[in-house]
């Protein structure tokens, strides 16, 4: 059943509004999926914090106005479903890619952030992006290395001072 004229502002401005607000944007081509594997795909998105619809081209162009995906306006072409991540930019690449894994006839056809679109193939690079809190553990890491080094230089001294002392009184019991 097609939409009228207010159900279409109101869908566009629902997409505009997640999409000001989003990281990454991915579009794939859905055709051949069932009602049941697109239900999956919805389910594995809406896990991962991906706001995934199905939106017609042409209210999408809309939708994007104004935003970081503007420049998708050239990619929208045929019957794609959208996923765009808010919280994680690499939680939509990694949903779609996950999914398409077992499902050959979803296919990925753009990839977009930072303001910039890229083809399919920029996907496994989105993807690979870390997550929040491994990112977060990666910068604790970072920043617990040096006080850890510190802390062995200055124990060093005291640790061979400890083994000489040792070594001294071993070899005066042997005698």
């Known amino acids: 059943m097609p939409l009228n004229r207010v159900e279409k502002e109101a869908l566009v401005a629902e997409v505009s509004a997640v999409a000001a607000e989003a990281l990454s944007l991915v579009g794939a081509e859905y055709r051949g999926l069932t009602a049941e594997e697109l239900r999956e795909l919805r389910k594995q998105a809406h896990d991962n914090g991906v706001w995934l619809r199905v939106v017609k081209n042409n209210l999408a162009k809309l939708a994007f106005k104004g935003t970081d995906f503007e420049c998708t306006e050239g990619d929208l072409t045929g019957p794609l479903i959208l996923g765009l991540s808010v919280e994680d930019p690499g939680a939509a690449a990694r949903v779609f890619k996950d999914f398409a894994k077992d499902h050959k006839a979803l296919e990925v056809k753009l990839v977009s952030t930072g303001g910039q679109s890229f083809g399919a ?55």
């Open 121 to 175: 193939s920029e996907l496994e690079r989105l993807a690979s992006l870390p997550t929040r809190e491994q990112a977060l553990g990666q910068l604790a890491g970072l920043l617990q290395a040096p006080i850890s080094k510190f802390v062995r230089t200055v124990a060093a001294p005291n640790e061979k001072l400890v083994r000489t002392i040792a070594a001294v009184r071993d070899q005066k019991e042997a005698a």
